[in-house]
């Protein structure tokens, strides 16, 4: 493929803009667009991201990749609503190109499960109030057939290994059939095992439901396994941005997928 490439202002290059196909295999997708205008956030005297811009593919699945510090959660909490820029402007765009309600819900690195409620009652909470109790578990139960948990529904959480209670916390999230997920390294804190089971999980679940996905993580393996796009960011800044245009699911250690995780990790660490 061969593109034309920008730099940025360290001399990194920047991919051009494009549409990325959508993965085989996926049901109606329900997913939003997200558009990034000039987003700047600081704290105090202190810039964490400067004038970014943005634009991603309803129903897209991105990465986030980055040393500590360039911003990554920062993104996350203001895409989600939690914090609100210093300047600029996020929008979530529907099939029509206005802007929408993106119904978006977020998975942390800590599962954050309610000790005193079951599984089943803990999905459950990701649909709010004012659901009827058996409608609220019958959408409860399928959330946690999704991630392959339904055996598990009336058990306390401190009887879940650290991969159920995760699967419990990604179920919590899909409850509510959200058009944007956004996913702070939902995995970081898992074995190396469970967590290429729980990558492939993550990546069903995506391909199902068609929802748009943003996830961080610290794992560049990880990021071109499981992403359409992936995006360096590096003193709140966009270094690099990168498309994955391979079939899936991916063979690990390709040389192709090599190659490209070797060009990431040049640009977090140049």
């Known amino acids: 493929m061969n593109q034309s490439r920008t730099k940025n202002v360290w001399g990194k290059d920047i991919e051009p803009e494009y549409e990325q196909r959508l993965p085989r295999q996926r049901g109606d997708a329900r997913g939003v667009g997200i558009r990034i205008e000039k987003l700047s956030k600081s704290f105090g005297d202190v810039p964490v991201l400067h004038d970014l811009d943005l634009d991603v593919p309803a129903g897209q699945f991105v990465a986030i990749v980055g040393k500590s510090g360039c911003g990554k959660s920062t993104l996350l909490r203001l895409l989600m609503g939690l914090d609100s820029p210093t300047a600029g402007r996020i929008s979530f765009v529907g099939p029509d190109g206005t802007?929408?309600?993106p119904n978006a819900r977020i998975v942390f690195q800590e599962p954050r499960l309610l000790p005193w409620a079951s599984v089943i009652d803990n999905v459950a909470v990701g649909l709010g109030q004012g659901v009827d109790r058996r409608e609220a578990q019958r959408r409860a139960a399928a959330a946690l057939g999704e991630v392959q948990l339904a055996e598990k529904a009336k058990e306390w959480p401190s009887r879940l290994s650290g991969g159920q209670r995760q699967r419990a916390a990604l179920a919590r999230s899909l409850v509510s059939q959200p058009a944007f997920l956004a996913m702070d390294e939902p995995l970081g804190a898992l074995d190396a095992l469970t967590r290429i089971t729980m990558q492939s999980l993550v990546e069903r679940?995506?391909?199902?439901?068609?929802?748009?996905a943003l996830f961080v993580t610290h794992d560049v393996s990880e990021a071109v396994a499981l992403a359409d796009r992936v995006i360096?960011?590096?003193?709140?800044?966009?270094?690099?941005d990168i498309a994955i245009d391979h079939p899936r699911p991916r063979q690990r250690g390709a040389a192709d997928l090599a190659e490209i995780e070797g060009r990431l990790l040049r640009g977090i660490f140049n």
């Open 99 to 101: 802007a929408t309600d």
């Open 232 to 240: 360096v960011l590096d003193r709140g800044r966009i270094a690099l």
């Open 205 to 212: 679940v995506w391909q199902e439901q068609g929802f748009t």
